[in-house]
Structure formats: structure tokens, C-alpha cells
């Protein structure tokens, strides 16, 4: 409006009557209002340098509106790519292949010497297991536990340690333990708070 009122003071001499810049940026951007921009179409149609201005505008606030949408589309798969990864994360464990998870809330449990002596198969582990999330047995202690893979004669042949929580009412102890480095078979495996006596399950490796 102010720069419309000036040109109208101060008329550029080679273009008398015709809008300033800011008028035909307006215009072309659909940033003037309408009421403000339509006395000016008759002038554009009829005034070619002016046209060719609109024209050139025109396009240009085209593009803006294309790069700003390029923006807002890239804007958004970034936000997606960041939530995913956010996501991902905030998962117990990277790689399922890698994880075995064993339910030991059913299991009876042997303290003694020979665990084989349950009617209850041997838990199974996969060969390719990195990581162990074990559900405790109901009314286990959360805190810190030793996990291990004994032979039969007792000796350990894996130790790790993990963290039990209470997750869902139930009793998780996650921990790392590279099941890959024994030969399949036939093994127990040994949980117990640090001090403790391992409870004892037969387990398999695959
Ligand atoms: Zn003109």
C-alpha cells in the first residue's frame, strides 16, 4: 500500500500509471489481497513490460512454492526416518536372530547335582543366541543375577551377568552371553543371584 502510494508520488517516467514492484510482486505471489489486485489486471493485459514482470514473478513464486514443498516433504521423511530410528531403539534388543528368549516361570528347578532328573524337556537355545532374556520364575527377585552354561560335571563353561526387572508382572533378567562359542548339545543352565546356588536348567544348544 505504502509502496503503491509512493510510486503514485514518484512515478517512474518511462512507465507511468503502472504498478510499482512490490504491487506486481504481490499480485503474482497472491499475497495482495484480491479487492487490491484486481484493479490492476486491466493494466497487465494491456501493458506488455508489465506483463512480462507478472510473468517473471509469477514463476518465481512458483518455484518458491515448489522449494518450500520439496522442504516440507523432506522435513517429513526425515521426521519419519528419525521416529523410525527412535523406535528401533527404544526396542529391548537389535537383533532378533540373536536373541533367545526362555520361560522359566514353569520350570521345576534343580539345586542338586543332576538336573536331568525333571520330566521336562531341556530349554533350547539357538547356537546363533547372543543375547538371553530370561522370564524368571514367579516370586524371583529383581536386581543383579550371574547366568552361565555348565557341563554336566558343574564346571562353567559361559558366565554373564544381567539385570531383572519387572516388566508386565513378569520377572525378565536380559543378558549378553555368546551362546555361538559352545558346540551343540547338551548343557544346564545356571541362574542365580550373585552368592547364591544356581538353580539349574537342562538346556540344549542347537
Ligand atoms: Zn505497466
Known amino acids: 500500500m505504502l509502496a503503491r502510494g509512493l510510486s503514485r508520488e514518484f512515478p517512474n517516467p518511462e512507465r507511468v500509471g503502472c504498478p510499482d514492484s512490490s504491487t506486481l510482486r504481490g499480485i503474482a505471489s497472491h499475497k495482495l489481497p484480491l479487492a487490491q489486485a484486481v484493479p490492476w489486471f486491466d493494466h497487465l493485459s494491456a501493458c506488455s513490460p508489465c506483463f512480462q ?11 518458491q512454492q515448489r522449494r518450500t514443498q520439496v522442504w516440507l516433504a523432506a522435513a517429513a521423511i526425515l521426521l519419519f526416518a528419525v521416529g523410525g530410528w527412535l523406535w528401533v531403539r527404544s526396542r529391548p534388543l537389535p537383533h532378533t536372530a540373536d536373541i533367545a528368549v526362555l520361560d522359566l516361570r514353569d520350570r521345576s528347578v534343580s539345586r542338586g547335582q543332576n538336573p536331568y532328573d525333571t520330566r521336562q524337556p531341556p530349554l533350547e537355545i539357538p547356537g546363533t543366541a ?3 532374556v530370561l522370564d524368571l520364575p514367579i516370586g524371583s527377585k529383581e536386581g543383579s543375577y550371574d547366568v552361565a552354561l555348565l557341563n ?7 558366565r554373564a551377568t544381567g539385570m531383572a526387572k519387572v516388566e508386565d508382572h513378569v520377572v525378565i533378567l536380559r543378558t549378553d552371553i555368546d551362546i555361538g562359542s559352545v558346540r551343540p ?14 538353580s539349574r536348567y ?4 542347537l
Do not use: I
Request: net charge neutral.
Open 185 to 198: 548339545g547338551l548343557y544346564v543352565l545356571g541362574v542365580s543371584q550373585p552368592g547364591l546356588e544356581w
Open 152 to 158: 554336566e560335571t558343574g564346571g562353567e563353561l559361559l
Open 53 to 63: 514482470d507478472f510473468t517473471k514473478l509469477r514463476r518465481e513464486a512458483a518455484g
Open 130 to 132: 547372543k543375547h538371553l
Open 202 to 205: 537342562p538346556a540344549r544348544v
